[in-house]
Antibody, heavy 122, light 111 residues
Framework: QVQLQESGPGLVKPSETLSLTCTVS?????????WGWIRQPPGKGLEWIVS???????YYNPSLKSRVTISVDTSKNQFFLKLSSVTAADTAVYYCARVKSTAGTPNAFDIWGQGTMVTVSS | QSVLTQPPSASGTPGQRVTFSCSGSSSNIGSNTVNWYQQLPGTAPKLLIY???QRPSGVPDRFSGSKSGTSASLAISGLQSEDEADYYC????????????FGGGTKLTVL
């Protein structure tokens, strides 16, 4: 079955860049679907960050767009998130997910990774 | 402040039917489909309902969704203790080149 697994540093210093990897197994990224990132600050709700198709079409959360970079390595079946100039407000559990398109838009996160906690602190 | 509005809490007793509301606007729920996610304590969210009322494989038919205008609802019938979780609605928003918006979530307590 399709599985996603996040990985990356659990601690990032303020003003630095947060970098995460999502490794997908059981489905080739290049076969279709969008792939995305969602985060959840401690004790708070879900916030969508970005979604990308393997060929490059990308949608961003408008409030994070200036700091977000998403990329994909189809040869390794991985996709990546970079979030620059982080502050304590970026402390959260970060999830990667497969994104199902319905009614022409990539809006439904149908398979999720387990999540990885990232703390921004000096 | 979330774009979609959900009540912060709800409760019910085993066997009861409970409903959750999700309110949006013309640029999101009013013109796009709604999805619902269930997040059990300490776990990743799970897609519960997509396209307003469709259940992914494996989701019991106790869970149902509906949409009317700029609002949506999730209903759970035959409430069970294992349904105690946070429930989030989400939708595509057509503004600002298109993006996904979430509700703030409703915490369900099974009494």
């Amino acid at each position: 079955q399709v599985q996603l697994q996040e990985s990356g540093p659990g601690l990032v210093k303020p003003s630095e860049t947060l970098s995460l990897t999502c490794t997908v197994s059981g489905y080739p990224i290049s076969s279709g679907y969008y792939w995305g990132w969602i985060r959840q600050p401690p004790g708070k709700g879900l916030e969508w960050i970005v979604s990308m198709y393997h060929s490059g079409s990308t949608y961003y959360n408008p409030s994070l767009k200036s700091r977000v970079t998403i990329s994909v390595d189809t040869s390794k079946n991985q996709f990546f998130l970079k979030l620059s100039s982080v502050t304590a407000a970026d402390t959260a559990v970060y999830y990667c997910a497969r994104v199902k398109s319905t009614a022409g838009t990539p809006n439904a996160f149908d398979i999720w990774g387990q999540g990885t906690m990232v703390t921004v602190s000096s | 402040q979330s774009v979609l509005t959900q009540p912060p809490s709800a409760s019910g007793t085993p066997g009861q039917r409970v409903t959750f509301s999700c309110s949006g606007s013309s640029s999101n729920i009013g013109s796009n489909t709604v999805n619902w996610y269930q997040q059990l304590p300490g776990t990743a969210p799970k897609l519960l309902i997509y396209s307003n009322n469709q259940r992914p494989s494996g989701v019991p038919d106790r869970f149902s969704g509906s949409k009317s205008g700029t609002s949506a609802s999730l209903a759970i019938s035959g409430l069970q203790s294992e349904d105690e979780a946070d429930y989030y609605c989400a939708a595509w928003d057509d503004s600002l080149n298109g993006h996904v918006v979430f509700g703030g979530g409703t915490k369900l307590t099974v009494l």
